[in-house]
C-alpha cells in the first residue's frame, strides 16, 4: 500500500512503485495492491495473483466489511466527463477501442455525463492533495446507466481536470520533487461510485498534453508519454476482484487472510492499516519511502517491523513465508532469553 497524492518518495509518481509490486508479487501467493501503486498512465503490467483493489474498496475489505472474489473478467464500462473538450474526448475514445481490439479488455460502453463534473484541486496543510466534484449526482447518474443499460461489472471515468502548466507544484511533480497535485481528487471520484454501487472502479484525469521538457524526472516520466492515463486503469479493472458484501463463498479473500502489509513508514494513519492492526497480518514499514504525512505506526501504538528498503522488506517477506526467523539471517544473533 502506497497511500496516493501524499508526495511518497516511491509510489508517488506514475507507476513507480509497479516494480516494487511485480518483485513482492513473486514471492506471494497473492499481492494485494490499489491502482496508485500500479497504474503507469500508458505503461501497465498484469499478473494473474496481482490484485487490483480501489482505495474505499481496500479500507472496507481490511475492516472486514467485504470480501474480494477473483474473476477472469471483467465487462468494463467508461464514464466520460461531458467538460472534455470534444478533440479530447475523441483520443480517450480511441485509447478504449485501442484497449479492446489490442489487449482484448471487454470495453463494452460509454457514457457522457449530463453535466460537466467541475473537478477542482486542493491542498491540505500537510501538503497532501485533494479535491472536490462539483456534480456528484452526475457522475452517479451516469454509472447507474452502465450498471443498469451496460450490465458492466466495473467502471473507468475520465474527468476533465483543471490545466496548471505554470504552477510550481507541477513543475516540482515533473522534476521528482512534489506531490502529485491530482492524486487526490482522483481517488474521491472512484471512492464515490465505489461507495454506491461496490464495484471495481478507477479513474485517469483529462488533460492538455504538457509542453516537452528535456529535464523530467525518469519517476515521473510514464505521464509524458501521450493524451490519455486511461489504458493502465482498463488493464486493471478488466480483472479486478468483484467487491462482495454478503454471502461470502470458498474462493473468497477476506482481511484474515493476509498475512503481512507493507506501507511507507510515515504514512501509518489510514483505515486500512488501523484496521489490520487488529489482525495477525505483520505491518512492516518501509523508512525509505517518505511521504508528507508523518504519521508513524509507532505513534500510533502499534508494533512494525521497521525496514530500511523495499529489498528488505522483500527479505522479510521471504523468511516469512520460509517459516525462517528473520533474525537468523544476520550475523549477530541472540542469545535465548530466560524467563522467570
Not at 508479487?25 to 495492491?33: G, N
Not at 467541475?118 to 452502465?146: F, H, K, N, Y
Not at 516537452?212 to 479493472?237: H, K, M, Q
Amino acid at each position: 500500500m502506497v497511500p496516493t497524492g501524499i508526495g511518497a518518495t516511491i509510489g508517488g509518481y506514475a507507476g513507480d512503485a509497479m516494480p516494487v509490486a511485480r518483485a513482492i508479487a513473486q514471492i506471494s501467493d497473492r499481492l494485494i495492491t490499489h491502482p496508485n501503486v500500479i497504474n503507469g498512465a500508458q505503461l501497465y503490467w498484469s499478473e494473474p495473483h496481482i490484485y487490483y483493489v480501489e482505495g474505499y474498496s481496500l479500507d472496507q475489505f481490511a475492516a472486514n466489511r467485504w470480501g474480494l472474489r477473483p474473476v477472469h473478467q471483467n465487462r468494463v464500462g467508461l464514464i466520460l466527463d461531458q467538460g472534455i473538450e470534444s478533440d479530447l474526448q475523441l483520443r480517450h475514445l480511441q485509447a478504449a477501442e485501442a484497449a479492446k481490439t489490442t489487449l482484448g479488455i471487454p470495453v463494452t460502453d460509454y457514457v457522457v455525463t449530463d453535466a460537466a463534473l467541475e473537478v477542482q484541486l486542493r491542498t491540505a496543510p500537510s501538503g497532501a492533495s485533494w479535491g472536490t466534484i462539483g456534480s456528484p449526482d452526475s457522475l452517479l447518474r451516469a454509472g447507474e446507466v452502465l450498471i443498469e443499460q451496460g450490465n458492466v461489472s466495473a467502471i473507468a471515468v475520465v474527468a476533465r481536470f483543471p490545466d496548471e502548466m505554470e504552477s510550481q507544484a507541477l513543475a516540482n511533480y515533473r522534476q521528482g520533487k512534489g506531490v502529485d497535485a491530482l492524486a487526490g481528487a482522483e481517488a474521491i471520484i472512484s471512492h464515490l461510485l465505489v461507495r454506491e454501487f461496490q464495484i471495481p472502479c478507477a479513474h485517469a484525469p483529462a488533460v492538455t498534453p504538457l509542453p516537452l521538457d528535456p529535464n523530467i524526472s525518469p519517476r515521473a516520466a510514464a505521464e509524458e508519454l501521450g493524451y490519455t492515463f486511461l489504458p493502465c486503469i482498463l488493464v486493471g479493472l478488466s480483472r479486478a476482484p468483484q467487491l462482495i458484501t454478503h454471502s461470502l463463498q470458498p474462493q473468497d479473500i477476506t482481511a484474515n487472510q493476509v498475512d503481512a502489509v507493507v506501507i511507507p513508514a510515515d504514512a501509518a494513519g489510514g483505515s486500512a492499516v488501523l484496521s489490520w492492526s487488529q489482525l495477525p497480518a505483520k505491518i512492516i514499514a518501509v523508512e525509505e519511502n517518505q511521504t508528507t504525512m508523518e504519521v508513524t505506526p509507532e505513534s500510533l501504538g502499534l508494533q512494525p517491523i521497521r525496514v530500511s528498503s523495499y529489498l528488505e522488506a522483500l527479505g522479510e517477506l521471504v523468511a516469512q513465508r520460509s517459516g525462517i526467523h528473520p533474525d537468523a539471517l544476520r550475523a549477530s544473533v541472540s542469545s535465548l532469553c530466560r524467563l522467570n
